[in-house]
């Protein structure tokens, strides 16, 4: 059982960004989800940057499609319909660099802004720059490299 108070789910640790349902101004639905999904990797797939990554990876793109839109709808509605490991997936991505990072985040503020209202594009963008932040220091992060008691050597 999950309390989304605290971010526990009976042992189980959860993301920053799963944390509370939101509500009120900004709220968003499983179609506006959806819509915001599916154009949003229109565009990754057609980015000169992006799309070799995306498109060298996945070949089916319609479970990919579902698979986020049960993603997106866990993190803004915490309907718990996602199940996947989003870190372990992405550590897998040798090619990815933080600029890869940076021209997501930008096309995603782009796809929010175009299809939704400006207070649920905003919540929509903050919670992908605290996922792209998780993601970008478990997949980067050294820490030997910040801290010299912990180097041997080669930093």
């Not at 989304?4 to 989800?33: F, H, L, M, V, Y």
């Not at 990797?41 to 070799?52: T, V």
């Not at 933080?98 to 939704?116: G, I, N, Q, Y």
């Amino acid at each position: 059982m999950t309390d989304n108070r605290n971010g526990t789910d009976g042992g189980k640790a959860q993301g920053i960004w799963c944390r509370e349902a939101d509500s009120g101004p900004g709220t968003t639905s499983e179609a506006e989800i959806r819509t915001l999904v599916h154009r949003f990797y229109e565009r990754i797939r057609a980015d000169a940057d992006l799309g070799p990554v995306f498109n060298g990876e996945i070949e089916d793109w319609e479970p990919h499609l579902a698979k986020m839109c049960d993603f997106w709808s866990s993190v803004m509605l915490t309907t718990g319909r996602y199940k996947g490991q989003p870190m372990r997936a992405h550590m897998k991505l040798k090619q990815v660099t933080p600029k890869h990072f940076d021209r997501w985040l930008m096309l995603f503020r782009e796809t929010a802004e175009e299809v939704c209202g400006p207070e649920t594009a905003e919540r929509f963008v903050e919670k992908a720059a605290r996922i792209a932040e998780s993601l970008q220091l478990g997949m980067f992060f050294k820490p030997a490299l910040h801290d010299p008691e912990r180097c041997t050597g080669s930093c």
